[in-house]
């Protein structure tokens, strides 16, 4: 593991596009001999925002943030399945908290070198309130960003190791 | 997909014909059924007045945001409307509603539905561009301004 990057992190969302992100990050850990991470995190902030704006009921709030434990579970080990069928070890992680924030935390506390993550949806809005949470950690992260595209060409990529 | 995409001319309704709660959430409904985005009207209808039941989604400043869980949709789903007079709602701040997002998900898909309600509760925090958006006569007005503010 001589190379530039010794430590990779993938942001899982359970969108198509961050399992897409997950196989490409396989295929580079594989590649340059990287650790791979894979990062979860339950979108606490937003449950408590929706809270205080009074969208959402106590009993919603708690409903919601069990689905999305159970997302959690459900995705990384997907994401651990992803990994072992290649032959690598994951570190897969759950937290809870503002996804910005907690992508930023995980980076610098690891020694990230590369975050990977989903395409980014069109968004045909100049509004600030439709940049997802992915496009806000890319732009906080101190780290290099790596943006996956073209899930077929990745699903070969991912198909075709050992 | 972004909340943005999902607010299409075809569903959003302006202005609102309806008077009263139910009438107002059963309009939007058949709004999403008329653009070919749900079959299940009376699935839809009773999973939002259960959740209206429990409290009721009539925020400040005249609007409203009904939303619900239900196996009748296989993907986020949006309607917005607006009712240039307002319609009782038992907002928290007692006013009319005037501004209605509606949002419907299926109950495997919490990550989105939440992202895009966080979406909504971000766009609430402006009253200018709310008090914009309820001013608006048609369906591609609201459209526009939503995808060029």
Same mark, same amino acid.
């Given at each position: 593991?001589?190379?530039?990057?010794?430590?990779?992190?993938?942001?899982?969302?359970?969108?198509?596009?961050?399992?897409?992100?997950? !196989?490409?990050?396989?295929? /580079?850990?594989?590649?340059?001999?990287?650790?791979?991470?894979?990062?979860?995190?339950?979108?606490? *902030?937003?449950?408590?925002?929706?809270?205080?704006? *009074?969208?959402?009921?106590?009993?919603?709030? #708690? $409903?919601?943030?069990?689905? +999305? $434990?159970?997302?959690?579970?459900?995705?990384?080990?997907?994401?651990?399945?992803?990994?072992?069928?290649?032959?690598?070890?994951?570190?897969?992680?759950?937290?809870?908290?503002?996804?910005?924030?907690?992508?930023?935390?995980?980076?610098?506390?690891?020694?990230?070198?590369?975050?990977?993550?989903?395409?980014? &949806?069109?968004?045909?809005?100049?509004?600030?309130? @439709?940049?997802?949470?992915? #496009?806000?950690?890319?732009?906080?992260?101190?780290?290099?960003?790596?943006?996956?595209?073209?899930?077929?060409?990745?699903?070969?990529?991912?198909?075709?190791?050992? | 997909?972004?909340?943005?995409? +999902?607010?299409?001319?075809?569903?959003?309704?302006?202005?609102?014909? &309806?008077?009263?709660?139910?009438?107002?959430?059963?309009?939007?409904?058949?709004?999403?059924?008329?653009?070919? !985005?749900?079959?299940?009207? #009376?699935?839809?209808?009773?999973? +939002?007045?259960?959740?209206?039941?429990?409290?009721?989604?009539?925020?400040?400043?005249?609007?409203?945001?009904?939303?619900?869980?239900?196996?009748?949709?296989?993907?986020?789903?949006?309607?917005?409307?607006?009712?240039?007079?307002?319609?009782?709602? !038992?907002?928290?701040?007692?006013?009319?509603?005037?501004?209605? @997002?509606?949002?419907?998900?299926?109950?495997?898909?919490?990550?989105?539905?939440? $992202?895009? +309600?966080?979406?909504?509760?971000?766009?609430?925090?402006? !009253?200018? @561009?709310?008090?914009?958006?309820?001013?608006?006569?048609?369906?591609?007005?609201?459209?526009? /301004? @939503?995808?060029?503010?």
């Amino acid at each position: 593991m001589n190379g530039p990057i010794k430590k990779i992190l993938v942001y899982v969302d359970g969108t198509e596009g961050s399992i897409t992100a997950a !196989q490409y990050a396989v295929v /580079l850990s594989r590649a340059t001999g990287a650790d791979l991470n894979a990062l979860y995190v339950v979108n606490t *902030r937003a449950l408590e925002d929706l809270l205080k704006a *009074r969208i959402f009921i106590k009993a919603e709030e #708690e $409903e919601y943030k069990r689905d +999305l $434990e159970a997302d959690a579970d459900r995705y990384l080990n997907h994401v651990r399945s992803l990994a072992r069928k290649k032959g690598l070890a994951v570190e897969a992680v759950s937290v809870s908290g503002a996804v910005q924030v907690e992508i930023k935390k995980y980076v610098q506390a690891n020694e990230i070198d590369l975050l990977i993550i989903g395409e980014l &949806s069109h968004v045909r809005s100049r509004r600030d309130e @439709f940049y997802n949470e992915a #496009e806000r950690a890319m732009r906080s992260v101190s780290c290099s960003v790596l943006i996956v595209k073209d899930e077929d060409r990745v699903w070969e990529l991912y198909d075709a190791l050992p | 997909m972004a909340l943005v995409d +999902l607010i299409r001319p075809e569903v959003v309704k302006v202005p609102l014909v &309806s008077a009263t709660k139910p009438e107002v959430i059963r309009e939007l409904v058949e709004c999403l059924r008329d653009a070919g !985005q749900i079959s299940d009207v #009376e699935t839809v209808y009773d999973a +939002l007045m259960k959740r209206e039941s429990m409290g009721s989604t009539g925020l400040e400043q005249g609007i409203a945001v009904p939303h619900a869980k239900t196996t009748a949709v296989n993907a986020l789903t949006v309607a917005l409307g607006i009712s240039p007079k307002g319609i009782e709602f !038992q907002a928290i701040d007692g006013n009319p509603s005037k501004l209605f @997002f509606m949002l419907l998900a299926p109950p495997d898909q919490s990550g989105p539905h939440i $992202e895009a +309600l966080a979406d909504i509760a971000r766009i609430t925090k402006s !009253q200018a @561009f709310c008090r914009t958006v309820i001013g608006s006569t048609s369906a591609g007005e609201v459209v526009e /301004l @939503f995808g060029e503010d």
